[in-house]
Each structure stands twice: as C-alpha cells, then as structure tokens.
C-alpha cells in the first residue's frame, strides 16, 4: 500500500492541490475561460470605445482567418514562412554549435574572437536585413539567412559559456581513471552543455521566425509577413490580426517540438529529473 511517507513527491503535489483546491482541468478550464472574457469584452468595446477600423472584431477576424486557411495563397504564404523559418533555424543551430564548441574548446580563439563576435552580436539582426537582401535578393534565401544568424549567436553563446564552465575536475577525474577524449566528451561535456543547448534552442526558435517575418516586412513576394505588410497598408485589421494568430500557432507548434525534443535528449541521455517512486 502507498503512503504518503513512502512517495514524498505524490504526497507534495496532493498537498499542494489541497491548499490550492486548483488541479489541471480547473486551470485548463480557467485560461479558456479568460480567453472567453477577453473575446467578449474585445467584441463589445470594438466600434464603441475603440474604432473598429483600428481593433476589428473577433467575429471579423474570424472570417478572415477562415479566407486564409481555405485559400491556396493562404497556404502558399503559411509553406513559405514555414519553410524559411525551417531552414533558418537548421542553420544557425549548425553554425552557432561549431563556432561555440571551437572557441570554447581552444581558449586562445575564444579569447581572440569573443569580443568580435560580441560586437557583431550587438548590431540589430533586423538592420542587417537590407544587407541580406542585397546579396542574397528579396527570394527566401535572405529571410533564411536572417533567421540563422539570429539563431546562430543564441546557440554559441550557450555553448560557449558551458564550455568555460565546465568543472575542470571532473575532466581531471575522468583522465585519471584512464578515460580519453571521447570518455571526456560522453561523461562531462555532453551532460554539461545538454541543458543550456536545448535552451538555446527554445529561444531561438522565436527569434527565426522574428527574423523571417521582419525580411518578409521589408521585402518578399510572398509569406506571413508580407501578408501583414499588404493588410497594414490597407488597413485591413481583420487580416492582420488573423496573420498574426498564424504566427502564434507556428511559435506555439514550434515550441512544442522542441520541449519535446528536449525531454526525450535528456531522458535518453539520463538527465531527466526523476520521479519519486511509490514504495509500498
């Protein structure tokens, strides 16, 4: 028989649930209801207390988002920016764990080249834009390369930062005992960068689709962000807000894939935190 001596965890989160009286379907059941409240007082406060020109209405922007998934050059905009934030991200993954594991692996170049690529952090990824599109043209070649280079320093700076933390004596430790680079690399190294990596990756994906919509604001021919562009010089609220909702689904999907990725890489790797087990 379980007790609440012999599963500390369960018997934590009962108490908590007791002092609360809040378990997850009450707390499901509150975020939808505030999302009700929300829509309702948006529906009565457009036209009246707020133009409806600048806010539109639910019901409006509804229709508009209904326009956009049951026509082809909705989905063609929606591919494209998906596409782009994609490839973008792969990238500057890619590049940001080569450059963060090279520095940070021969400290001389890191010492070298940090503050170089501090200084190249500091310039807004959104004013290189218009460099972007010079060499690479207004196709999604430019909006990928926005993407990846603002995904690329989160991912190395990271890494970087692990790397100079890593405890020195474990490595020590592992040397003694005979182990090598690649021992090393599975024991101290991986389980050391694991946790800020997958950080950098959930703060990246924002920042991939941030830098393909601002290339798609600037200039494209299709995509999200163009979509938003047209509907802003139009003034046609509806559509924008509907644009706008597509991108909150894609950060959200895009989100939900890496925490995914992140549970099974630290399970896998033994990092996950363990449940408390029932003793009976």
Same mark, same amino acid.
């Given at each position: 028989?379980?007790?609440?001596?012999?599963?500390?965890?369960?018997?934590?989160?009962?108490?908590?649930?007791?002092?609360?009286?809040?378990?997850?379907?009450?707390?499901?059941?509150?975020?939808?209801?505030?999302?009700?409240?929300?829509?309702?007082?948006?529906?009565?406060?457009?036209?009246?207390?707020?133009?409806?020109?600048?806010?539109?209405?639910?019901?409006? $922007?509804?229709?508009?988002?209904?326009?956009?998934?049951?026509?082809?050059?909705?989905?063609?905009?929606?591919?494209?920016?998906?596409?782009?934030?994609?490839?973008?991200?792969?990238?500057?993954?890619?590049?940001?764990?080569?450059?963060?594991?090279?520095?940070?692996?021969?400290?001389?170049?890191?010492?070298?080249?940090?503050?170089?690529?501090?200084?190249?952090?500091?310039?807004?990824?959104?004013?290189?834009?218009?460099?972007?599109?010079?060499?690479?043209?207004?196709? /999604?070649?430019?909006?990928?390369?926005?993407?990846?280079?603002?995904?690329?320093?989160?991912?190395?700076?990271?890494?970087?930062?692990?790397?100079?933390?890593?405890?020195?004596?474990? $490595?020590?430790?592992?040397?003694?005992?005979?182990?090598?680079?690649?021992?090393?690399?599975?024991?101290? /190294?991986?389980?050391?960068?694991?946790?800020?990596?997958?950080?950098?990756?959930?703060?990246?994906?924002?920042?991939?689709?941030?830098?393909?919509?601002?290339?798609?604001?600037?200039?494209?021919?299709?995509?999200?962000?163009?979509?938003?562009?047209?509907?802003?010089?139009?003034?046609?609220?509806?559509?924008?807000?509907?644009?706008?909702?597509?991108?909150?689904?894609? /950060?959200?999907?895009?989100?939900?894939?890496?925490?995914?990725?992140?549970?099974?890489?630290?399970?896998?790797?033994?990092?996950?935190?363990?449940?408390?087990?029932?003793?009976?």
């Amino acid at each position: 028989m379980v007790t609440a001596t012999g599963n500390p965890g369960k018997a934590a989160r009962t108490a908590a649930k007791s002092r609360t009286g809040w378990g997850n379907g009450r707390v499901v059941a509150a975020r939808i209801g505030v999302i009700v409240l929300v829509l309702a007082a948006w529906q009565v406060v457009s036209g009246t207390l707020i133009p409806a020109y600048a806010i539109s209405k639910p019901t409006e $922007v509804a229709v508009a988002l209904w326009q956009v998934l049951t026509s082809p050059s909705g989905w063609t905009d929606i591919g494209t920016t998906t596409f782009e934030v994609a490839i973008g991200f792969g990238l500057g993954v890619v590049a940001g764990t080569v450059l963060g594991l090279l520095l940070g692996t021969f400290p001389v170049a890191g010492r070298v080249l940090e503050p170089l690529i501090a200084a190249i952090n500091g310039i807004p990824k959104i004013a290189l834009a218009p460099l972007f599109l010079l060499f690479f043209g207004i196709g /999604t070649l430019s909006k990928i390369a926005i993407a990846a280079i603002g995904v690329a320093f989160v991912v190395f700076y990271n890494l970087y930062l692990g790397l100079r933390q890593r405890e020195r004596q474990l $490595v020590e430790i592992v040397e003694l005992m005979g182990g090598r680079g690649l021992h090393t690399l599975l024991y101290v /190294t991986i389980p050391t960068l694991a946790s800020p990596f997958f950080a950098a990756l959930k703060a990246g994906g924002p920042l991939a689709i941030l830098g393909v919509i601002g290339g798609e604001f600037i200039a494209s021919t299709d995509g999200v962000g163009h979509e938003l562009f047209d509907a802003a010089m139009a003034l046609d609220a509806p559509s924008e807000f509907a644009g706008l909702i597509v991108l909150v689904v894609l /950060t959200l999907v895009l989100n939900g894939l890496l925490t995914q990725l992140d549970k099974y890489a630290l399970k896998r790797l033994g990092l996950a935190p363990r449940k408390a087990r029932a003793r009976s």
